[in-house]
């Protein structure tokens, strides 16, 4: 089996008609990532019981035990997200034994990888980050350096999940797990010509994860190289969680037969979809993303869905979002911190004021990763335990979520359809940042998105397409994304080379 672009449906069928095992595939993978992750540093560590606990599930298969849906597929995981047994760094060097820090093991698996696990999921190691993720291009600040795009190396690979992206998207894993507080699954996903799903907020539980925001933006979602494996992974790990409190906001929102059985071609005929505008925001599209746009736009139409030009032209949501910070919501930083690691109940790091004293690197100190974050901070860094003030940031979602319901309703539109830049990558040794057309717009609202292959720019930089939708709108969306993925086909396997 050659494990370049397989899909979970084709590695089922295979385990089913007994002509692979999970075992087999997972040593496949292993053999890419040692061959090719010294050049991509996509993961920063890897499970040496991977092939072992592949071989248990070849045992339960054999036996006639229900495995899950995920059985023996093997799966990336962020860094900040836990998995017991392996260390949690968060992309930081006092973190980070091997780069002469202290090693955070967790005990315990966040609640969103044991979903995974239960699922009959293998997870291969943990993938690479900026420190504490707070990156929106480049993984350049992470203790285990650059991770490079798999499908063009020198441009931006899309942080915060960059390690993950580049792993699926240059077949060392099958799937992997991002995270997004402020486009970090949507332009890895768009930057390596994959699926993301960027959730609505509370959909998946958070717990467990080295936060930015988990009170208020932190979600966590799939990437995947088609929409189908995007949307089983998503049926595995979305859903109310008893320890993440937020959670119970989705009850009741998910798709009685799940994500993946919602898919069909044929939905987007006659759906009513929102195009790109300055209503949205005063930002031009770069000329060739227009044409792009442009392109994808006359494909969606032919699929039968109806394009309705610039819906937000004189709402004020524009007008207002210039009103707003991008960094609203990272207030709760602090809070959600300490409560990360009292979770973790490690006894050289048992809250943040310990953190900070760490290799001599506060991590909020002037010039520090987290620097800028400071103002928004307050007095949070004297007493972590109190939640601060959200209001300013709560009020801005109420009102973003008003005038997006709104627009839709009157203009009886389905989704809205953006690029997912609004121009080219940067590039990996330059300065600039992915432009996102949807950030942040949809994370201080909490709406989902979808992110799907659209085309190439002349730079070889994949171009994706953006469907973002009202709140636990994601079975429509990943159905939309599927159709117009099965008709265009744009996806191509990057080459990797070993130097």
């Not at 970090?184 to 996903?189: E, G, L, M, T, Y």
């Not at 937020?246 to 005929?269: D, F, I, N």
């Not at 009020?395 to 309703?409: G, N, Q, S, T």
């Not at 432009?435 to 709406?447: M, Q, R, V, Y």
Request: hydrophobic share 45%; with cysteine; glycine share 10%.
């Amino acid at each position: 089996m050659n494990v370049e672009e397989l899909t979970v449906q084709e590695v089922l069928g295979a385990h089913a008609a007994g002509t692979s095992s999970c075992e087999t595939l997972t040593r496949m993978y292993l053999e890419r990532i040692a061959r090719f992750n010294p050049r991509y540093n996509a993961l920063v560590y890897v499970n040496e019981h991977a092939a072992r606990e592949a071989r248990a599930v070849d045992t339960r298969l054999a036996a006639g035990e229900g495995v899950g849906v995920l059985a023996g597929i093997p799966v990336v995981i962020k860094d900040p997200v836990d998995v017991a047994g392996m260390p949690t760094t968060a992309g930081w060097a006092p973190l980070s034994e091997r780069a002469g820090g202290i090693p955070l093991v967790p005990r315990r698996d966040a609640p969103v990888v044991a979903r995974l696990r239960a699922a009959g999921a293998v997870i291969l190691g943990k993938t690479n980050v900026p420190a504490f993720s707070f990156d929106l291009s480049r993984t350049t600040t992470s203790w285990a350096g650059p991770t490079l795009n798999a499908v063009q190396p020198e441009l931006v690979p899309g942080a915060s999940s960059a390690g993950s992206a580049t792993a699926v998207s240059g077949n060392l894993a099958l799937l992997g797990m991002g995270s997004e507080t402020s486009g970090s699954i949507q332009n890895p996903a768009g930057a390596q010509a994959l699926v993301g799903v960027k959730p609505t907020f509370g959909l998946v539980p958070t717990a467990g994860v080295v936060p930015l925001s988990a009170s208020a933006r932190d979600v966590l979602g799939p990437l995947a190289r088609t929409v189908r494996d995007a949307a089983v992974m998503l049926d595995v790990m979305a859903g109310p969680c008893d320890e993440d409190p937020v959670t119970q906001a989705a009850s009741g929102h998910l798709p009685r037969e799940g994500y993946a059985a919602a898919l069909r071609v044929g939905a987007l005929r006659g759906k009513r979809l929102g195009l790109y505008g300055p209503g949205w925001r005063d930002q031009p599209l770069g000329e060739e993303t227009r044409r792009l746009y442009e392109r994808a736009i006359q494909d969606l139409r032919d699929l039968g869905a109806v394009p309705v030009e610039d819906p937000f032209a004189g709402s004020g949501f524009a007008a207002f979002m210039k009103g707003v910070r991008a960094s609203w919501g990272f207030e709760c930083l602090v809070h959600d911190l300490q409560a990360y690691l009292e979770r973790v109940a490690n006894a050289s790091v048992p809250g943040v004021a310990a953190l900070r004293r760490l290799g001599g690197q506060d991590p909020f100190a002037e010039g520090q990763v987290l620097s800028e974050l400071r103002p928004r901070l307050g007095s949070a860094l004297e007493d972590p335990s109190v939640l601060p003030d959200l209001s300013r940031f709560w009020h801005a979602r109420e009102r973003l979520l008003h005038e997006f319901d709104l627009v839709l309703a009157t203009s009886a539109l389905d989704a809205l359809v953006f690029p997912q830049r609004v121009g080219d990558l940067p590039r990996l040794d330059g300065v600039g940042d992915i432009a996102s057309s949807t950030e942040p717009e949809i994370n201080i609202a909490g709406l989902p998105g979808v992110t799907v292959p659209a085309g190439y720019h002349v730079s070889g930089a994949p171009f994706a397409l953006m469907f973002v939708g009202p709140m636990w709108s994601e079975a429509d969306l990943l159905a939309f994304a599927y159709d117009y993925e099965q008709a265009t086909r744009h996806r191509r396997a990057p080459v990797l080379q070993t130097r």
